[in-house]
């Protein structure tokens, strides 16, 4: 019930293109759904978080859509570009932001 | 404002020897977390401290791994003695402790067991 599913594993998109990841959790007390972007040899970055009394938070060209019945969350990166090329984490947590569950990561590729 | 710091980057031991990781958050932040995070997979939590006191340390292997937070800042993560399945990398996160607030990340410690 803890975990965090996330797919697809590696994602090639076109520059320019809409990158997708998505997340789906068990865990019903989750209330803090953060994203995390890692470049090898750094630690993870947060990138955008949202809580569950929104469906949806943007920033930039990243997006959070939440669907809260579902128990399923997703990453949009608008017009992505190369330099978007890392590893993306989801996260959830049942106690705000001090005990984060990472699902498996997604290796996105953005070719130029 | 500097990140948090992390030493040594890179480590490379024996089997059964032991090995010590250190880690300085960001000023000022009082919670402080320990993750080890295998190849190809998300951090998992370790330990994480209040200040000086361990709150959360029910994933900590405690036969053979230890940690520290002395007057609450800086904090040494231990293990002893290493086997294989300990390569990965170890993971300091700082974050000022309140419910929502974002948790920073060191670059890590990569430990390889020969």
């Known amino acids: 019930q803890q975990q965090v599913k996330q797919s697809p594993q590696s994602l090639i998109v076109q520059k320019g293109g809409i990158s997708i990841i998505n997340c789906a959790y068990e865990?019903?007390?989750?209330?803090?759904f953060p994203w995390y972007q890692q470049f090898p040899g750094k630690g993870p970055a947060l990138l955008i978080a949202i809580r569950p009394d929104v469906s949806e938070k943007k920033e930039g060209r990243f997006t959070i859509s939440f669907n809260k019945s579902a128990k399923q969350f997703s990453l949009h990166i608008m017009d992505s570009q190369p330099g978007d090329s890392a590893t993306y984490f989801c996260?959830?947590?049942?106690?705000?932001?001090?005990?984060?569950?990472f699902g498996q990561g997604t290796r996105l590729t953005i070719n130029p | 404002e500097a990140g948090v710091v992390q030493s040594p980057r890179y480590k490379i031991i024996e089997k059964k020897q032991p090995v010590a990781f250190w880690c300085n958050p960001i000023?000022?932040?009082?919670?402080l977390y320990w993750y080890l995070q295998n190849l190809g997979q998300g951090p998992e939590l370790l330990i994480r401290y209040e200040n000086e006191e361990a709150v959360d340390d029910s994933q900590l292997p405690k036969d053979r791994f230890s940690a520290e937070r002395l007057k609450g800042v800086d904090s040494t993560l231990k293990i002893q003695p290493a086997e294989l399945g300990d390569s990965a990398v170890y993971l300091c996160a700082s974050s000022l402790g309140s419910p929502y607030n974002e948790q920073f990340f060191g670059p890590g410690t990569r430990l390889t067991v020969l």
């Open positions: 865990n019903t007390a989750f209330d803090y």
């Open positions: 000023s000022g932040h009082n919670t």
């Open positions: 996260a959830a947590s049942a106690q705000g932001a001090q005990k984060l569950v």
